[in-house]
């Protein structure tokens, strides 16, 4: 466990300790998270998704798109107990562990929906919609954008390739209604490396 993690996590740090052990028990089992992953579950995957955590009002509404193993959902759900949180995932193998990592941890903040996105349009709205490593923006924000309310906002984690993401899907953003967009690096000095987002706050009207 990183040095930055009791800081961060405070008195829900056994909650992640938890979660931790189910990624690299049967989330590793079953294939969610690779093995050369295992050693490096807290830095890479747990303390990255934490750090966006600072981009979210609480109390608020958020959903996960294509949670996966529970990457950011999980993650912001054990940090944010006033926040509540929707993990939106198609597939039964990660859907089926994104339940037992719920009932498991207690988490009654969390619900999972297997769906893909765009079937929850006009069913689901949120405060946040959030995802990581799930596609490249321009077809994300597609995604995203039937799920927030007007006035909420899109974090999509992103690497290096943020900018060049960013500029090819200016006119996506733009077509679809949605406003200002900015990178954004939180968990300064706080996680190693810091965390990449993507900010996109959603018009006043959706289109």
């Known amino acids: 466990m990183p040095q930055g993690a009791r800081e961060i996590f405070g008195d829900r740090l056994a909650l992640a300790e938890r979660y931790v052990a189910l990624l690299v028990g049967p989330g590793t089992e079953r294939g969610l998270i690779g093995p050369r992953e295992v050693g490096r579950v807290w830095e890479r995957h ?8 600072e981009l979210i009002p609480s109390p608020s509404t958020l959903v996960d798109i294509g ?6 959902g999980v993650v912001l759900g054990i940090l944010l107990p006033r926040v509540s949180v929707t993990l939106v995932e198609p597939l039964l193998r990660r859907s089926v562990f994104l339940e037992e990592c719920v009932a498991e941890l207690r988490l009654t903040n969390v619900v999972v929906i297997r ?5 929850l349009v006009g ?8 995802a990581r490593a ?5 077809r994300l924000a597609g995604w995203a954008a039937g799920l927030v309310r007007p006035g909420g906002t899109i974090l999509a984690l ?3 390739q943020a900018d060049r993401e960013l500029r090819e899907a200016r006119n996506t953003l733009r077509s679809l209604g949605l406003g200002q967009a900015e990178i954004l690096t939180v968990g300064r000095d706080k996680v190693n490396p810091e965390t990449v987002v993507v900010r996109i706050v959603a018009g006043g009207q959706r289109t």
Do not use: H
């Not at 949670?67 to 950011?72: K, V």
């Not at 069913?123 to 959030?130: G, H």
């Open 46 to 53: 747990i303390m990255n998704c934490a750090a966006v955590a």
């Open 67 to 72: 949670s996966g193993a529970g990457l950011p």
């Open 115 to 119: 769906a893909r996105a765009e079937e």
């Open 123 to 130: 069913k689901v709205s949120a405060d946040v919609v959030t």
């Open 134 to 138: 799930v596609a490249p923006l321009n």
């Open 158 to 160: 992103k690497g290096e």
